[in-house]
């Protein structure tokens, strides 16, 4: 079950109120990412894995997985600038999803609606998926539109999907505001017909 409860879990780890509605897994990474955090070479730096560890050693209830959140490595590189990251960036920030892969993130997440998450583009969340994909991750995404524009919203995550190579799933499926709730049948029938392909 999406979590944002990493912060919650660590001052109190027995997760009384989900274990109570039946939720026995805690699942963080929309967007951002219990880390990395901090900046790299200092004492305040926090890895993906040192994040997860530090959950796990304090005790917690649940069972924890977390998707590495993709406005988590825009920050640790570029931080809130709204702008495309140059070719080095894009690199470095490579890197950081795959050290986070190898420490146990199960993909990359992303939430392209609020900042800085959607000043990533296309290009960028492809990138930061190929190397995911490469470890056997998944794609998860809050779309970049819920509107009126969630057809081209769908449209960027199945192109992130396939040309990343990665199984990809929308986190809060919906069509906001009255005028376009007719749509919801349009995305429903575009995601079943694409996973009939699969």
Known sequence: MLSWGYNTLMQDGRSLSD???GVTLEVFGEGTSPGPRGSINTNNY???GEAMENLESSGVSTN????LGAATVRIQEIGYANRKATPSEMESMRNIVKLAMMQGAIGIGSSLIYAPGDYADTDEL?????VASSYGGRYISHM????SKVLEALD???EIAERANIPAQ??????SRKPNWHLLDT????VEKQEQTV
């Open 46 to 48: 926090v890895s993906f």
């Open 126 to 130: 492809v990138e930061l998926s190929k």
């Open 19 to 21: 274990l109570k509605q």
């Open 187 to 190: 995305v429903i029938n575009k």
């Open 64 to 67: 924890i997985a977390s998707y």
């Open 144 to 147: 970049r539109n819920e509107d």
């Open 156 to 158: 960027e995550l199945l």
């Open 170 to 175: 929308i986190y809060h499926l919906k069509t």
